[in-house]
């Protein structure tokens, strides 16, 4: 079965630069999840979408923004990167049709330098 | 605010052996229930979830949870344990959000499973 796709696995990036994180989730599902994991913690949600609108929104820095396309792929841009921005970040998807989990890609891990 | 507690940080395990992992959540309202297993560097795999209805649940791997409302608990269990099983283990709740399923996860902070040969 289709899973939720992460591009890229793996970024590194510098201080003060631009990353962008794409994900595309499973087909037919219409909401998006966005969750940071730093290292030895528990994930911790960003933002969600729901057909292309932003539905919720968490602990997710100001440099931080993202969207959810017509494609319902959603993208996460991250500027002025800090180095506290390291750290693996998920995203997931689900269906609003019933009672539908949240499933998971496997994440982008993203480094800074 | 809503939390979710899971007591053990790291459990060590013999092969073949039961186990138990804890997960108390404090909400006012029963939220939806999920444990989630993390092998490391991997992104995070569904292994049950609990939306309403019978309160035993069964999910991938062998696995299975209870949720107990007047303990605000659902711990996840399994009889017998494989090596493969050596994870970290997230418990997370979901508050439903009126008519669409748009609620965010809020997790433990996870429990670290070693299993010994």
């Known amino acids: 079965a289709a899973g939720v796709i992460q591009s890229p696995r793996h970024l590194i990036k510098e201080k003060r630069e631009t990353a962008t994180l794409k994900c595309y989730p499973i087909?037919?599902?219409?909401?998006v999840y966005w969750y940071q994991q730093g290292p030895g913690q528990d994930p911790q949600f960003l933002i969600s979408?729901?057909?292309?609108?932003?539905?919720d929104k968490g602990s997710i820095p100001d440099r931080f923004s993202a969207q959810q396309f017509s494609d319902y792929h959603s993208e996460l841009n991250m500027s002025s990167l800090e180095l506290g921005d390291s750290a693996l970040y998920f995203c997931?998807?689900?269906?609003?049709?019933?009672?539908?989990?949240?499933?998971f890609g496997d994440g982008t891990r993203l480094s800074i330098l | 605010a809503q939390s979710v507690t899971q007591p053990d940080i790291h459990i060590t395990v013999s092969e073949g052996a039961s186990l138990e992992l804890r997960c108390n959540y404090s909400?006012?309202?029963?939220?939806?229930l999920f444990w989630y297993v993390q092998s490391p560097g991997q992104g995070l795999q569904l292994l049950l979830k609990?939306?309403?209805?019978?309160?035993l649940v069964q999910g991938i791997k062998g696995f299975e949870a209870e949720f107990k409302r007047s303990q605000s608990s659902f711990n996840l269990r399994k009889p017998s344990v494989h090596w493969s099983d050596a994870a970290e283990y997230f418990c997370?709740?979901?508050?439903?959000?009126?008519?669409?399923?748009?609620?965010?996860?809020?997790f433990g902070q996870g429990t670290i499973l070693t299993v010994h040969p």
């Open positions: 997931a998807s689900s269906s609003s049709t019933g009672n539908q989990p949240q499933h």
């Open positions: 087909p037919r599902h219409d909401t």
């Open positions: 979408f729901y057909e292309k609108m932003q539905s």
């Open positions: 909400y006012g309202a029963t939220p939806y």
């Open positions: 609990y939306f309403s209805g019978d309160t």
């Open positions: 997370a709740v979901e508050i439903y959000a009126g008519g669409t399923s748009y609620g965010k996860l809020t």
